[in-house]
């Protein structure tokens, strides 16, 4: 990147699959550079380079396991590299546990906790230091509908990104850096398949396409709104939700392939 190059930079957590993959392609698109980053290098090469190609722009690549201090430091310090600064910061990456808390082992919940919440919080603190000094970026959490539903520690852990983006919208917003939680229903992606769940659970009216969700979300950061539920399906249940019986909308059980 040249230093008269007017291209801003975007990194991006849990780049290689799903929604963080399609937040790369319509970031790369819009022209941004990118900073793409997930565990499996070898598919971050070969997504930098279709990348590159397609659209112009550079692409770098971090290798880390976001669940593990040293992989969380290795973002941290991009993202503090003043010479090199990034203005939109989405993060992305998260799993989901297929069994209920008390079978799973402690150790996968807390890694779970750790990737959902404390590594965007610690990834937030790390970039919002140089967007506030610049008076200018942006945040995107990707949440999901579940943190306005009793589903678990998923939800838990969602539910702590909205509440958080939601005050730090409030906060940063004046200061030219707004803080986006976006929150998607079920939606098409590695995200079921990698937690072995059978996806027929859910009638096919209530998958949605990631390229919508990514839209949605960007147009909602560009608008500075602090919480968006893509889809009005997903609106309506969101809303249902709240004025219902809490065992009415913890949902049927996840239930494995
Ligand atoms: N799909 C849905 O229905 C849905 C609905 C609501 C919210 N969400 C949320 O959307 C976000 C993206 O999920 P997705 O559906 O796009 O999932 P996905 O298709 O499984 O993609 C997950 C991405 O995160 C990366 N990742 C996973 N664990 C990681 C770790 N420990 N460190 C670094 N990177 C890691 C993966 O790459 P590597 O394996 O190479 O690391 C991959 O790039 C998640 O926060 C999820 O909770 C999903």
Not at 52 to 76: P, Q
Not at 84 to 105: K, M, Q, T, Y
Not at 121 to 148: D, E, P, Q, T, Y
Not at 166 to 194: I, K, M
Request: glycine share 8%; net charge positive.
């Amino acid at each position: 990147m040249t230093a008269s190059d007017s291209k801003t930079t975007a990194l991006i957590t849990g780049a290689t699959a799903g929604l963080g993959a399609e937040f790369a392609r319509q970031l790369g698109e819009q022209g941004h550079h990118l900073v793409l980053v997930a565990r499996d290098s070898g598919r971050l090469a070969a997504k930098a380079h279709e990348l590159e190609n397609n659209y112009s722009i550079d692409v770098e690549v971090i290798a880390a396991d976001l669940t593990d201090d040293a992989g969380v430091a290795a973002v941290v310090e991009r993202l503090s590299d003043e010479a090199r600064p990034v203005e939109i910061l989405v993060n992305n990456a998260g799993f989901g546990l297929l069994r209920s808390f008390e079978e799973n082992d402690i150790e996968d919940e807390k890694a779970h906790l750790k990737l959902l919440v404390e590594t965007p919080m610690v990834l937030s603190h790390a970039a919002l230091k140089g967007m506030l000094r610049r008076r200018s970026g942006k945040i995107v959490n990707v949440a999901s509908v579940a943190a306005f539903l009793p589903r678990g520690t998923y939800s838990a852990a969602k539910g702590w990104l909205v509440a958080f983006s939601r005050w730090a919208n409030l906060a940063y917003s004046p200061q030219g850096v707004t803080v986006t939680a976006v929150c998607p229903g079920l939606t098409h992606t590695e995200f079921h398949d990698r937690m072995e769940m059978d996806k027929s659970v859910a009638p096919q009216w209530m998958w949605l396409k990631p390229d919508r969700v990514v839209r949605e979300a960007l147009a909602a950061s560009g608008h500075g709104r602090a919480v968006w539920i893509p889809s009005k399906r997903y609106r309506f249940i969101v809303a249902a939700a709240q004025v219902l019986p809490a065992r009415l909308t913890t949902g049927p059980p996840r239930r494995s392939k």
